[in-house]
């Protein structure tokens, strides 16, 4: 079997992890060839196509970003995109499989092209803001809490040096994991994220009190947090290449708020595309090169149309679409859990 493998959309520590893993068992269990199309899928619809050999794989899980390069490219755009198009390429290059390494607009984009054009793919979840329903975790998560976190304890010894408050944000479109997980760790006073909107009372209600004891307030934002009073999440940089507004700024919004409003002086940092880069952390090699190996399973067993995912610790199929119908949510308990360690 020949298979195709692709990682689109934003980039993750651990996709090179997942490559590495589904060559590696696809040469020595299966015998199987593969390629990589570059650039996502742009690489499938314009045939920009490399071969991967074990030797290229080498050394490859400890790298971050992508061997294959991402884009944002939808196939069913563009003259020759769309199944047909889709189809008569693979058959013309002997591609048998497509493995797809993506997020929601990746993953949605695969099953329709399993759905409405027998295109045969598997999905692997890849996000590190872990909004994907269907999966406990994605591999890049982990990586990005423990950059976030460093930068919470970082943050926190300038703080307490000046009697600041300071507000860090984020990354977390929909959901607040990365905000909740590095909060928690790094021991944040507030940790504010997009299911939970919040009015500036109850922020400089937290951040008061621990100017009270004698602390310098540390407030974690996700990039999709709203203020009770905000429709959307604040955005000033126009769209993406979906049309979806580009996130980031709201700490440098709350940072003022809550100066003016207690008297602290504050700061705020925005830790951006950090969060993306650099080395996977051992955890987040782990579960990418297993769900690599796995996605090759499936290809073997053709299910077409399936996603590989993590189920407690174990590696599981899912259909595609379980996992791109609904968000993967800070649920209320876990926010509620955190709540009593504000202020
Ligand atoms: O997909 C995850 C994510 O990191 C979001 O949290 C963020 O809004 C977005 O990617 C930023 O993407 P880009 O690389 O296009 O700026």
Redo the contacts with the bound molecule.
């Keep these: 079997m020949k298979i195709g493998i692709l990682t689109s959309?934003?980039?993750?520590p651990g996709l090179n992890a997942v490559i590495r893993g589904a060559v590696l068992k696809g040469v020595i269990s299966h015998d199987a060839e593969f390629v990589g199309f570059r650039w996502g899928w742009r690489g499938v619809v314009e045939r920009d196509i490399m071969p991967i050999t074990r030797h290229d794989v080498r050394g490859l899980s400890k790298q971050g970003g992508t061997i294959l390069g991402s884009s944002?490219t939808n196939p069913f755009e563009g003259e020759q995109g769309g199944p047909e198009n889709i189809r008569r390429m693979l058959d013309e290059e002997g591609i048998d499989a497509i493995v797809a390494i993506g997020?929601e607009g990746t993953l949605t984009a695969a099953r329709r092209l399993w759905d409405e054009g027998g295109i045969p793919v598997i999905g692997v979840p890849k996000?590190?803001?872990n909004?994907l329903a269907a999966t406990d975790y994605s591999f890049g998560f982990d990586t990005a809490v423990e950059i976030a976190t460093e930068a919470i304890d970082r943050l926190r010894t300038t703080a307490e040096s000046h009697n600041r408050a300071i507000v860090l944000e984020v990354?977390?479109?929909h959901v607040g994991w990365i905000a909740l997980h590095s909060g928690m760790a790094g021991g944040a006073h507030a940790i504010l994220i997009p299911e939970q909107p919040m009015g500036i009372d109850e922020i400089c209600e937290y951040v008061e009190s621990v100017r009270d004891r004698g602390r310098a307030p540390l407030i974690v934002v996700a990039?999709?947090f709203k203020l009770d009073t905000m429709e959307e999440a604040h955005s000033h940089l126009g769209l993406?290449?979906f049309n979806r507004p580009?996130?980031?700024g709201i700490a440098e919004k709350l940072a003022p708020l809550i100066e003016e409003r207690t008297g602290i002086e504050s700061r705020h940092t925005v830790l951006g595309?950090i969060?993306?880069g650099g080395a996977p952390s051992a955890y987040d090699r782990v579960l990418a090169t297993r769900l690599g190996m796995a996605a090759v399973d499936a290809a073997f067993d053709r299910a077409w149309g399936s996603m590989v995912t993590l189920r407690g610790t174990d590696i599981a199929r899912v259909s595609i679409a379980d996992a791109t119908g609904g968000l993967n949510v800070v649920p209320q308990s876990r926010y509620d859990e955190a709540r009593i360690l504000f202020g």
């Excluded at 959309?9 to 993750?12: T, Y």
């Design positions: 959309g934003g980039d993750c944002r997020g996000t590190i803001d909004d990354m977390g479109r990039e999709g993406d290449a580009r996130l980031g595309h969060q993306r």
